[in-house]
């Protein structure tokens, strides 16, 4: 049954993401995808649900069959909220959330409402809470002293005052996360006649499963929990348990490197923050050989026109063609779709183009260090005046040069000129460099300006295009959007 029904709620979240999220996202965060149909899932979801109860059905004592149906009841909807339902409303509680949360609590306190009488089932107790100490010292403190040594190799800075903090509050934590992942669900298996084995494993597995898809900590939520269990098994104690993964927990999360552990994230909002982390060329390889192979029997069309195809956004404004046609004839075709990628164009499509469910007001996309903002631009009689910053805020590069479209051609190119004191504040690597710019230029007119971009070109030959403010009124992207004066 274990087995059975970790494969159930795995099933189910692979149903979720086979069916809400991109394919071609698939081997890049979510690991262990290697069948993309959710038919294939929602069949494998029903086979297993369907042997969860095939013995406890036939078998005399109910208890056993209760059980069972409790722990469906309770993590099923539990994995298809994380994974369904709360991306879809991006991190907002409406009326249906609130439903389906108090249905989950529901067959939980049900649950603890029936062993009411007897606590120390559950772990509550004073009793045991010696012993289990005495279990738990030895593995939490080769836990401690390993990621200590590993943060030693790997020179990876802890924070003093951080860790303490953890140490502090995080036994706390641990114990909610104990009292649903352990307590629960062991309450419920003693019930069946699996063995002590059986319901390690059970146990293990739920937990690693809530972690997914952050592999390494999955593997150290499997492992440390076989351990806690075994121990809460002998000497059920909630107390120790927590003492014990709130220690672990807050040196694993300081000791190790953020890129190893990702700030423990797990979940569709861990599995996006990586997503929008990396070059969005490795994102976009599968459309840009798509657009590579269109070129023989469209090559009448436009680059940029085939690669929007490529990609599936919306026709480019005159603007954006003039643009991306500039950069192609003069810094070449590779460029050119390297800097598209990381454009405006691609950064307000993001999320129809990976077709990525969670739904928020502001989206962070940054998939490089390099990146800046536009703090505005006026017109001054006839003189247009810009500033703002761009620059690889990881590595201190600064960018070669900072180039002006004004009405989709290019009007201005210039290296940075001026100090800014806030980036340096807040990005040390850009300290006492000059990552920001002021630039005069000459135009017309307010009203001839219609559409004002600007880019950084890096080292590497790469154009690099600013963020600009929400209510930014010269930019014209798409057709449907173009003014016409």
């Not at 075994?230 to 348990?241: G, I, K, Q, S, T």
């Not at 070059?279 to 798509?290: D, G, L, T």
Request: positive net charge; proline residues 6%.
């Amino acid at each position: 049954m274990p087995l059975f029904f970790l494969l159930s709620n795995f099933s189910l979240v692979l149903f979720v993401i086979t069916l809400l999220y991109p394919r071609e996202v698939f081997p890049l965060v979510f690991p262990l995808v290697f069948i993309e149909q959710p038919l294939f899932w929602l069949a494998v979801l029903l086979i297993s649900l369907t042997l969860v109860f095939v013995r406890a059905g036939v078998r005399p004592d109910r208890s056993d069959y209760r059980s069972r149906i409790t722990l469906v009841l309770f993590f099923l909807p539990l994995f298809g909220f994380i994974w369904a339902k709360m991306p879809l409303g991006g991190g907002r509680l409406d009326f249906s959330d609130i439903i389906i949360i108090g249905f989950i609590l529901t067959v939980f306190v049900m649950r603890f409402y029936k062993d009411r009488k007897n606590l120390s089932l559950w772990g509550i107790n004073k009793v045991h809470f010696m012993p289990a100490v005495k279990m738990l010292w030895i593995p939490t403190a080769i836990s401690i002293l390993s990621l200590g040594c590993w943060a030693l190799i790997t020179h990876n800075p802890v924070a003093p005052m951080e860790l303490l903090k953890d140490l502090a509050k995080y036994p706390f934590y641990a114990f909610a996360q104990l009292f649903f992942f352990l307590a629960f669900p062991v309450a419920c298996l003693k019930t069946t006649d699996h063995s002590q084995g059986q319901t390690i494993l059970a146990v293990s597995g739920l937990f690693a499963l809530i972690h997914w898809p952050n592999t390494v900590v999955m593997l150290a939520c499997f492992l440390s929990m076989a351990i806690w269990a075994w121990v809460y098994l002998r000497y059920p104690n909630l107390f120790a348990v927590a003492i014990a993964m709130g220690l672990s927990a807050a040196v694993f999360g300081q000791a190790l490197p953020y890129d190893t552990h990702h700030n423990v994230g797990v979940g569709p909002d861990y599995a996006y923050r990586r997503l929008i982390k990396m070059p969005p060329e490795i994102i976009f390889q599968n459309r840009i050989q798509k657009f590579n192979q269109s070129d023989r029997s469209d090559d009448s069309a436009p680059a940029v026109d085939r690669f929007c195809r490529a990609l599936n956004t919306p026709k480019l404004s005159d603007f954006s063609q003039s643009l991306w046609s500039h950069i192609e004839k003069i810094w070449g075709r590779q460029m050119m779709t390297l800097s598209f990628l990381r454009g405006a164009e691609v950064r307000r499509e993001w999320p129809k183009l990976v077709s990525w469910p969670i739904r928020s007001k502001k989206l962070k996309i940054k998939h490089d260090s390099f990146f800046g903002y536009f703090d505005g631009g006026r017109l001054v009689g006839t003189d247009l005046l810009l500033s703002g910053w761009i620059a690889n805020v990881k590595t201190g590069a600064l960018a070669t040069s900072v180039h002006i479209f004004i009405n989709g051609k290019p009007a201005y190119a210039a290296p940075p000129n001026h100090h800014r004191d806030d980036v340096s504040r807040a990005y040390q690597t850009l300290s006492e460099k000059k990552s920001g710019f002021r630039f005069k230029l000459p135009a017309k007119s307010a009203e001839g300006i219609e559409d004002l971009r600007i880019f950084a070109r890096a080292e590497s030959g790469i154009f690099y295009e600013i963020f600009y403010k929400p209510d930014y009124k010269w930019l014209n992207l798409f057709a449907e959007n173009q003014r016409h004066r």
